[in-house]
């Protein structure tokens, strides 16, 4: 286990704000986080963190950030339709579906190339192109921060929803992830209608296959979403909102050409990128603070800016698409304090 003081986690965060933590604490077991919380030395507030790819610092942080190292992807049991793999939180998740890609495993090709660790993917319900974490979620394991207690949720005790889950609503702060157990096919059964999976497909003259879909995600993520290295960012700051059917008919009649994705009967979700981008956000910046001019759902650090340059910017967008549609968009993206 490491331990550090007054430490910068410049290399903790992707939107690249350069800010402190009291104390940061890295542990590469779960006999390890347990030790540490039994003993109970340390300074609160408690942040667990992973890549830092969904977290915006506004200041310094007046505490202790935990931080996991528990790597191991290993098979625990399989039959002839699909194989389970628990994974360590600490694994980087792009690494997890680049080998499930490999060995011919299907359901988290979908997923390939988003940033962050696999124990924060329990914990976010990270999701794209019409897949999310929960659809190959077997088990989360878990340690209780009060007793270092361990426990096993399942799929349905998370209750998940869009970016969203147990970990994030009535027990939020109260347990940590050291590995998520996932199950996958080991037929195909791919996802190819949402965004232009399909499309890209036909144009290349290419069948569906685990390396075909993963490379077109791969190439056309990284045609839309600029690198940390390059500009600082989390990827997509806000969800997509979900509006009632007549909210939807309310804003078609107005935006005739307003793209849409049925969620069920009464639902329906609306890509807060097009809002925003409509609203005339696309390449415009405040400050150091602007709107990616490739995909108006994220925001950059265009080199210097503070948490609270990105927030104000975010506050103004939030506020213009409310004049202009009269829905609230959220961010997906945790303001820590």
Not at 69 to 75: E, F, L, P, V
Not at 141 to 149: C, F, L, M
Not at 253 to 275: C, L, Q, R
Not at 288 to 310: E, R
Request: hydrophobic share 35%; net charge negative.
């Amino acid at each position: 286990m490491k331990e550090y003081t007054n430490y910068p986690i410049l290399r903790y965060n992707t939107f690249g704000m350069d800010v402190k933590t009291s104390c940061f604490v890295e542990y590469s077991s779960v006999s390890e986080l347990q030790s540490f919380l039994s003993a109970k030395e340390y300074s609160l507030p408690l942040l667990h963190i992973g890549g830092g790819s969904n977290l915006l610092f506004l200041s310094d942080f007046k505490g202790t950030i935990l931080h996991s190292a528990i790597k191991g992807i290993d098979i625990t049991e399989e039959s002839d339709e699909w194989i389970d793999i628990k994974v360590g939180a600490g694994e980087v998740w792009d690494d997890f579906v680049s080998y499930t890609v490999s060995k011919g495993f299907y359901g988290a090709e979908n997923l390939s190339i988003i940033p962050g660790e696999v124990g924060a993917s329990a914990v976010q319900n990270i999701g794209a192109y019409g897949v999310e974490a929960k659809d190959i979620i077997l088990t989360v394991h878990t340690v209780r921060i009060s007793d270092s207690s361990e426990r096993v949720f399942s799929n349905e005790e998370c209750r998940y929803s869009y970016r969203n889950s147990i970990f994030k609503g009535e027990m939020k702060g109260q347990y940590i992830v050291t590995h998520v157990t996932f199950r996958l096919r080991k037929s195909p059964e791919f996802h190819l209608s949402y965004g232009n999976i399909s499309s890209e497909l036909e144009k290349r003259n290419l069948s569906p296959s685990l390396a075909n879909i993963r490379d077109i995600i791969i190439e056309v993520r990284r045609s839309k979403l600029p690198e940390p290295e390059e500009f600082g960012n989390a990827g997509s700051f806000f969800m997509n909102p979900m509006v009632s059917i007549q909210k939807f008919k309310q804003l078609e009649s107005e935006f005739p050409d307003i793209p849409h994705y049925p969620v069920d009967e009464n639902t329906v979700k609306i890509p807060a990128g097009w809002m925003i981008d409509r609203c005339g956000w696309k390449g415009r910046n405040i400050g150091p603070a602007g709107v990616y001019h490739k995909q108006a759902l994220v925001l950059v650090n265009l080199g210097g800016a503070t948490g609270k340059d990105i927030s104000c910017l975010a506050d103004e967008i939030i506020k213009s698409v409310y004049e202009k549609f009269g829905v609230d968009i959220h961010p997906e993206v945790n303001y820590i304090y």
